[in-house]
């Protein structure tokens, strides 16, 4: 059936790729520079890579990074998800229905303090837990924002004659209403999962002793950045590209299942 | 979750610990907490880098304890970490000397007993006459310096730079080169000293004055840059900068046309301390922590690796000749150093001075 | 359902905010402590033309990064939507998001590394002879805006898909095929599905924008201060919480009316729509 050939907006296309990878190329670039300095080339090296792998806190940094993303990307999904169907299934009221959008409207610094204050009203130590609790407040609200603009868009007729049929409701969910909104919900992982990688100032007031990769670079950058964060991100992005082509070979044998052909693994 | 179960818990817990520790004898009660004898683990306030990377375990070789290390980005935030967490989490707190005046009147540091920590006499005499904590009674010098300008002398033409009004208003040769740090109380310096007030005042008008002659002055700046003001010099993207004299040696190592001067109107003096907070259990073993940190090889390595002077006679006199050279500002004598004004703890007038600071970053 | 993430967000969200609002009018004491007696100085130092000075400096920033993340984001979402294989679809999905991927400051970073006065565009430019003196690129409102528009474009690209994509082709062909010019069969037929996925991008990218503290701090040089720098400034370096407090309050009130009037938008969209 073939796809609309547009050239101009193919070519918006490349020019919006450099846009969003030159910066990062130079890094990369960088990166291999012998200087101690950013902005100074100085001749090809490994030296940030080298200082890299031996850097402890870094590494430590990124692992309890994404100890909180997948925590709280997983706490997300439940209560967004749950959240986006209680509001379009089973309630009518528009306090509630902009209610959900709040969370997306109080900035970083004031979810971060508000948490803080909290915590230690409460008495909960600051650490890992409470910086899950944290990114899941506002990831609960992304998920669920997400996965309503899908569920809206869903015909529900369907659903309604997989239960006139008499198929039973968790079924039905599973076989008809899931598939369907499943790229709402993997978009909202996907969402919150990234943020929650780089969000640095809700974890900044609430990870007490514990130190996230975001906060990690911070105080690199605080101390003149080396080339050892370019390192790092080149590092990511090689590792982030063999996440997504992992994940895309897990996922691509069940690829035909999808509900509507062309649904793909997404 | 319930909050009262958790609180009774953690009630329970600290009085069966507190319990406990009274019951192996160990109660000693004088108005400080109740302390732990032995080798213990010691929780440290540090900015990053700010030690030497064998120091856990050096110490540790020498004294048995061992070294937790929580890092701060900066003073506010030791202060929040100390004030947020139970008395006692933490038992040694880096600080800059405004700061630990502060803690000192606020009466949330240990008292220290000098007789522990005999390695206070590698200080320079100096060192004990420092108006935040005259005779070291409550904390220890680590290191110290001022504040002056870093500029590129073979970038500015025939200007010199030698005052901070040449920072303020700038030559065609510095317009749109210049940054200045955004530190409370760093951003108001070069205004404070220019027109002859206190880098202390938090007298209403004075501080009104300042602040105008630093919105002027903000158009003609490149930025503010507390962090890597060294780097813009050796690119060049800057030639005069508002600067640390250990950060200004940072730019040296890389471009040697990278100099220091203090400004003829005068600066500031500040001192990074130890001190203990309020409540800590390990008192004895942090004086030991002190008094290790004041050998000389452990100054030394402050004053070649963060290229900060260090208040350690010994130390300094250690240090190769060679470095004071390539770094002149290293090798700027005590008297000079306390010619400055030493930077003070605001108290009730803090939050007229930082919103004076506020507004100069909003204007 | 709905209790679980309710329940959530009133322990976490709801009392921690009523903490912050309440703190507002207390008094600031030295050292960072919180002094409980109630006061209004707070409200009159916010007052100050100076702080409300930022708060519309702020509001305008994040305005103009919103519609340009829009206006760059939009067609990117149709390329990406309207592709027939879904490989593609996602593989283009997947390079839109992969920068986000590296951490946002090492990204804002990579800025100052092109625009600076010594830096790689200058380089360039000078090299190619187009100029003499370095430009000033960096430490301006535009750098700012610039850095704003590259960390939230993808988070303006992912709902405009989101939402686009769930267009069934064939609606749109029919309208079409009914003789609607392609105008009016975006304007009647897929405007009112996508306007969701528009605002829920425009949120996503406006709300970071206006309480961004990073971006203002390393490509701002500090001289283009946010409403962020300057509350994170009360709360992390001056200590000042309940000033702090005010100015959050303060930054609310403002988005509490820009949520009635997308609440707004949105019901309208919904009138015209075909759920009605």
């Known amino acids: 059936m073939g796809e609309p050939r547009r050239p101009l907006l193919a070519a918006y296309m490349g020019a919006l790729f450099a846009f969003l990878y030159l910066p990062i190329a130079i890094l990369v670039v960088l990166s291999f ?10 001749g090809f090296s490994l030296r940030w890579y080298e200082e890299l792998f031996r850097d402890t806190e870094v590494l430590l940094s990124i692992r309890t ?7 709280a990307t997983l706490l997300s999904i439940l209560f967004g998800t749950l959240l986006a169907f209680g509001i379009e299934r089973h309630t009518r009221s528009p306090a509630l229905e902009n209610g959900i959008y709040l969370p997306l409207l109080i900035p970083d610094v004031v979810t971060g303090i508000g948490l803080l204050s909290f915590f230690a009203t409460i008495s909960l130590p600051l650490g890992t837990t409470t910086v899950i609790i944290a990114h899941s407040v506002w990831g609960t609200a992304f998920a669920a924002a997400i996965v309503r603009t899908r569920l809206r868009g869903f015909d529900r007729s369907v659903e309604e004659a997989s239960l006139d049929l008499g198929v039973r409701e968790v079924p039905t969910f599973l076989r008809i209403t899931l598939p369907a909104i499943s790229p709402g919900i993997i978009a909202a992982a996907l969402v919150v999962f990234t943020l929650s990688i780089d969000e640095f100032i809700i974890a900044y007031f609430t990870a007490g002793q514990t130190v996230t990769f975001p906060i990690q670079v911070y105080s690199m950058i605080r101390f003149g950045v080396t080339p050892e964060i370019n390192a790092v991100a080149t590092v990511m992005l090689l590792f982030s590209m063999a996440l997504i082509v992992g994940a895309y070979l897990i996922a691509r044998p069940r690829g035909p299942r999808a509900a509507r052909p062309g649904e793909g693994p997404a | 979750m319930n909050q009262g179960i958790r609180r009774a818990l953690v009630a329970v817990v600290a009085a069966a610990t507190l319990a406990v520790v009274a019951a192996c004898g160990g109660g000693e009660e004088s108005g400080t907490a109740a302390q732990e004898a032995g080798p213990v683990t010691l929780s440290v306030l540090t900015f990053n880098d700010y030690i030497p990377e064998n120091l856990a375990e050096e110490f540790e070789k020498k004294t048995g304890n061992t070294l937790e290390i929580t890092y701060i980005t900066s003073n506010e935030d030791g202060i929040a970490k100390i004030e947020g967490a139970e008395p006692g989490t933490y038992d040694i707190a880096f600080l800059t000397s405004p700061f630990t005046q502060g803690l000192i009147a606020a009466d949330k540091v240990e008292a220290l007993d000098g007789s522990k920590i005999p390695n206070l006499a590698n200080l320079y005499p100096e060192a004990a006459e420092l108006a935040y904590d005259p005779g070291n009674a409550h904390s220890v010098p680590y290191s110290w310096g001022t504040t002056g300008i870093c500029w590129r002398q073979d970038l500015v033409g025939d200007t010199v730079v030698d005052s901070w009004s040449d920072l303020l208003t700038p030559d065609d040769n510095l317009k749109g080169k210049v940054t200045m740090l955004d530190e409370d109380r760093w951003l108001l310096e070069p205004a404070l000293k220019t027109l002859g007030f206190s880098l202390n005042t938090t007298d209403a008008d004075e501080l009104q004055q300042a602040v105008d002659l630093s919105i002027q002055a903000k158009s003609t700046l490149l930025g503010y840059d507390a962090e890597t003001f060294y ?17 200004c040696n940072y730019g040296t190592a890389e471009e040697a046309n990278i100099q220091f001067v203090i400004p003829s109107e005068g600066s500031d003096l500040w001192v990074d301390t130890l001190v203990i907070p309020k409540g800590s259990t390990h008192i004895e073993q942090a004086h030991q922590f002190m008094d290790f940190i004041l050998e000389p090889q452990n100054g030394q390595w402050v004053a070649e690796n963060i290229l900060y002077k260090v208040p350690n006679k010994a130390a300094m006199e250690a240090l190769d000749p060679a470095l004071l050279e390539q770094f002149p500002n290293m090798a700027i004598p005590p008297a000079t150093l306390l010619e400055q004004e030493a930077l003070e703890d605001l108290g009730e007038g803090q939050s007229a001075f930082t919103d004076a600071a506020s507004k100069v970053k909003a204007g | 359902m709905l209790a679980p993430a309710l329940v959530w967000w009133a322990i976490f969200l709801a009392l921690p905010m009523g903490l912050v609002l309440a703190t507002a009018f207390f008094k600031g004491g030295a050292y960072g402590a919180i002094i409980y ?8 130092r916010a ?17 103009l990064t919103t519609a340009i993340c829009l206006v760059l984001g939009y067609p990117a979402a149709v390329y990406i939507a309207t592709r027939a294989s879904a490989r593609t679809r996602t593989l283009l999905l997947v390079l839109v998001i992969l920068p986000f991927w590296t951490n946002f400051l090492i990204r804002t970073y990579a800025w100052i590394v092109l625009l600076n006065r010594e830096g790689v565009v200058n380089g360039a430019l000078e090299g190619l002879g187009i100029v003499d003196e370095p430009l000033s690129l960096l430490y301006n409102d535009a750098a700012v805006v610039l850095g704003l528009v590259y960390g939230y474009l993808p988070l303006m690209i992912l709902p405009l898909y989101a939402a686009i994509e769930r267009i069934n082709p064939e609606v749109l062909e029919a309208a079409t095929d009914l003789g609607a010019r392609p105008l009016r069969a975006l304007r009647t037929v897929m405007l009112p599905l996508i306007i969701p996925g528009i605002v829920a991008g425009c949120v996503f990218v406006f709300v970071p924008s206006l309480g961004n503290i990073p971006v203002p701090e390393l490509l701002g040089g500090g001289r283009s201060e946010m409403i962020g720098n300057l509350i994170n400034r009360q709360f992390l370096t001056t200590r000042d919480w309940p000033f702090g407090s005010m100015l959050v309050l303060a930054l609310m009130v403002l988005l509490m009316a820009l949520l009635v009037l997308q609440s707004f938008v949105l019901r309208r969209s919904r009138q015209v729509g075909v759920d009605g």
Not at chain 1, 33 to 42: G, I, M, P, Q
Not at chain 1, 65 to 71: E, K, N
Not at chain 2, 236 to 244: K, S, Y
Not at chain 3, 47 to 63: E, I, K, T
């Open chain 1, 33 to 42: 520079n012998d200087s101690k300095l950013a902005t100074v080339w100085r």
């Open chain 1, 65 to 71: 990074t994404l100890v909180i993303a997948i925590a």
């Open chain 2, 231 to 247: 780097s813009k010099l050796v690119s060049g993207e800057a030639v005069a900068v508002q600067g640390w004299d250990g950060w």
């Open chain 3, 37 to 44: 007696e109630p006061t209004l100085r707070n409200l009159e």
């Open chain 3, 47 to 63: 007052l100050d033309p100076l702080y409300v000075g930022v708060l519309w400096h702020s509001v305008w920033l994040a305005m």
